[in-house]
DNA sequence: GCACCTTTGAAGAGG
DNA sequence: CCTCTTCAAAGGTGC
């Protein structure tokens, strides 16, 4: 199973295998790989991979972040000094080997000091809160990863465990060894990695603070970066998921499962049933946030709406704009409302995508193969992300999700919504 | 003190 | 295969 977990993980979605030569030839401690753009950089793929050419329009475009090639050397045979693009070093043959800065951990991924932006990123992930734990923390290998949150680290990990009644093997001994597995996170997600490192920028740049608002804000920078920018954190995050699984092969997505307790899903449940009465009527009194005015030095709401966002009543109609320039034909076909419902964060998707293909269309990198093949597919192929791992590179347009509804201009995309309106941007309401 | 909100993406579960 | 659910970060908010 792990095998299986490392293959799809570490591949990314790709089979290839490929080993870092020039690895060995750098310092022991001069992280790898490094975060500059030098990977990114649109103009300089690298040399190896010729940026493709879509078969239907002959456009070139930069390669998608699960086609980059990977760092690691990822067969087990393969794996010698790793660097984590964080700064770690993944051991050879079991001997642990620390990418240690002068200053010890301040700086838990070093290598993305040199991409300045990159730099807060990981501010975090290795803070004092986040302390990897003595011994129960470690990977096997002996490594401790950002990801290791252990609550249970004030136990004293030496403590002999023994639970506080006296009951050495009772219940409370196997809940508390339970308990004292290390909270191995999820690595982040590309999104997750850019609000990081940006969420700074935005509460400087607006008074903004609650972090709901912040999000949604990054949500919209999001989808207005170009390809490139966005495939420097595909990459970050593809990164961060091979070193993952490798430091924890047998760890699961689902170990975390339950860890947080929700009340999200009562809650789903009944604005889902809500929504099936009033969903059009709802519909069509909230305005979509994703069709809010470009950015502007600070996008919130509040630049447009001050006095909304000054004291929002609820974040969501406070970002909520009325004035939406982009939001044409469709938009007032489907207004969108703020939701977490998976479909209408699909109509989101759609339509940001088809709002944004303004930009990428001033873009060269913009693809067509996306739009050309995704048009015509069924709505839930457009209808939300392409996962990059799970979709084959041949037929996934080889894109980041954000573009697998890619619309060479916004008039193409008035004129698709027009031929398939409901079948793209709506969903029956049963 | 804890869940919620809000975003996107990855992964798992289930139909 | 597709859809749905959960979790990852963050910090103000509300119970």
Same mark, same amino acid.
């Given at each position: 199973?792990?095998?299986? @977990?490392?293959?799809?993980?570490?591949? +990314?979605?790709?089979?290839?295998?490929? $080993?870092?030569?020039?690895?060995?030839?750098?310092?022991?401690?001069?992280?790898?790989?490094?975060?500059?753009?030098?990977?990114?950089?649109?103009?300089?793929?690298?040399? #190896?991979?010729?940026?493709?050419?879509?078969?239907?329009?002959? %456009?070139?475009?930069?390669?998608?972040?699960?086609?980059?090639?990977?760092?690691?050397?990822?067969?087990?045979?393969?794996?010698?000094?790793?660097?984590?693009?964080? +700064? /770690?070093?993944?051991?050879?043959?079991?001997?642990?080997?620390?990418?240690?800065?002068?200053?010890?951990? @301040?700086?838990?991924?070093?290598?993305?000091?040199? *991409?300045?932006?990159?730099?807060?990123?990981?501010?975090?992930?290795?803070?004092?809160?986040?302390?990897?734990?003595?011994?129960?923390?470690? #990977?096997?290998?002996?490594?401790?990863?950002?990801?290791?949150?252990?609550?249970? $680290?004030?136990?004293?990990?030496?403590?002999?465990?023994?639970?506080?009644?006296?009951?050495?093997?009772?219940?409370?001994?196997?809940?508390?060894?339970?308990?004292?597995?290390?909270? %191995?996170?999820?690595?982040?997600?590309?999104?997750?990695?850019?609000?990081?490192?940006?969420?700074?920028?935005?509460?400087?740049?607006?008074?903004?603070?609650?972090?709901?608002? %912040?999000?949604?804000?990054?949500? @919209?920078? /999001?989808?207005?970066?170009?390809?490139?920018?966005?495939?420097?954190?595909?990459?970050?995050? @593809?990164?961060?998921?091979?070193?993952?699984?490798?430091?924890?092969?047998? /760890?699961?997505?689902?170990? *975390?499962?339950?860890?947080?307790?929700?009340?999200?899903?009562?809650?789903?449940?009944?604005?889902?049933?809500?929504?099936?009465?009033?969903?059009?009527?709802?519909?069509?009194?909230?305005?979509?946030?994703?069709?809010?005015?470009?950015?502007?030095?600070?996008?919130?709401?509040?630049?447009?709406?001050?006095?909304?966002?000054?004291?929002? =009543?609820?974040?969501? =109609?406070?970002?909520?704009?009325? =004035?939406?320039?982009?939001?044409? #034909?469709?938009?007032?076909?489907?207004?969108?409302?703020?939701?977490?419902?998976?479909?209408?964060?699909?109509?989101?998707?759609?339509?940001?995508?088809?709002?944004?293909?303004?930009?990428?269309?001033?873009?060269?990198?913009?693809?067509?193969?996306?739009?050309?093949?995704?048009?015509?597919?069924?709505?839930?192929?457009l209808s939300r992300p392409i996962p990059f791992t799970s979709v084959p590179s041949t037929a996934l347009l080889s894109s980041?999700?954000?573009? =697998?509804?890619?619309?060479?201009?916004?008039?193409?995309?008035?004129?698709?919504?027009?031929?398939?309106?409901?079948?793209?941007?709506?969903?029956?309401?049963?």
């Amino acid at each position: 199973m792990p095998i299986q @977990r490392l293959r799809q993980g570490i591949g +990314g979605g790709s089979n290839k295998v490929p $080993v870092v030569q020039h690895a060995h030839h750098m310092h022991p401690l001069t992280p790898l790989i490094t975060y500059s753009n030098d990977h990114f950089s649109p103009g300089s793929p690298p040399g #190896h991979l010729s940026p493709e050419i879509d078969p239907k329009t002959g %456009i070139p475009r930069p390669p998608h972040p699960s086609e980059l090639p990977p760092y690691y050397p990822l067969s087990p045979g393969a794996v010698g000094q790793i660097p984590h693009p964080l +700064g /770690w070093l993944v051991p050879q043959q079991g001997q642990p080997v620390y990418s240690i800065p002068p200053g010890g951990f @301040r700086h838990p991924y070093p290598a993305l000091a040199m *991409n300045a932006s990159m730099s807060s990123l990981m501010s975090s992930r290795f803070s004092p809160h986040v302390v990897p734990p003595p011994t129960h923390g470690l #990977h096997p290998s002996g490594i401790p990863h950002p990801t290791i949150v252990s609550p249970i $680290v004030k136990q004293e990990p030496t403590q002999p465990s023994i639970s506080p009644g006296g009951n050495s093997k009772s219940p409370v001994t196997v809940k508390k060894e339970e308990e004292k597995k290390p909270h %191995i996170k999820k690595p982040l997600n590309a999104f997750m990695l850019y609000m990081k490192e940006m969420r700074a920028k935005v509460v400087a740049e607006c008074t903004l603070k609650e972090s709901a608002a %912040i999000n949604q804000i990054l949500g @919209r920078r /999001w989808h207005s970066l170009s390809r490139e920018e966005q495939a420097k954190y595909y990459e970050l995050a @593809r990164k961060e998921r091979q070193l993952h699984s490798q430091l924890y092969p047998t /760890w699961s997505a689902r170990d *975390n499962y339950g860890k947080k307790k929700k009340r999200k899903r009562e809650k789903l449940a009944q604005q889902q049933s809500h929504d099936t009465e009033s969903s059009l009527a709802a519909k069509s009194k909230k305005p979509c946030v994703q069709y809010l005015p470009a950015e502007k030095p600070c996008d919130s709401p509040a630049s447009s709406h001050g006095s909304m966002l000054d004291s929002p =009543a609820t974040p969501s =109609a406070a970002l909520a704009s009325p =004035a939406a320039p982009a939001a044409t #034909h469709s938009e007032q076909a489907q207004p969108l409302s703020l939701t977490t419902k998976p479909e209408a964060r699909a109509q989101l998707t759609v339509h940001s995508a088809a709002f944004l293909s303004g930009k990428a269309a001033s873009s060269s990198s913009s693809s067509s193969s996306s739009s050309s093949s995704s048009l015509g597919s069924p709505p839930s192929l457009l209808s939300r992300p392409i996962p990059f791992t799970s979709v084959p590179s041949t037929a996934l347009l080889s894109s980041p999700p954000s573009f =697998a509804a890619t619309i060479p201009s916004p008039q193409a995309a008035l004129a698709v919504l027009q031929t398939q309106p409901l079948s793209l941007v709506t969903k029956p309401a049963d």
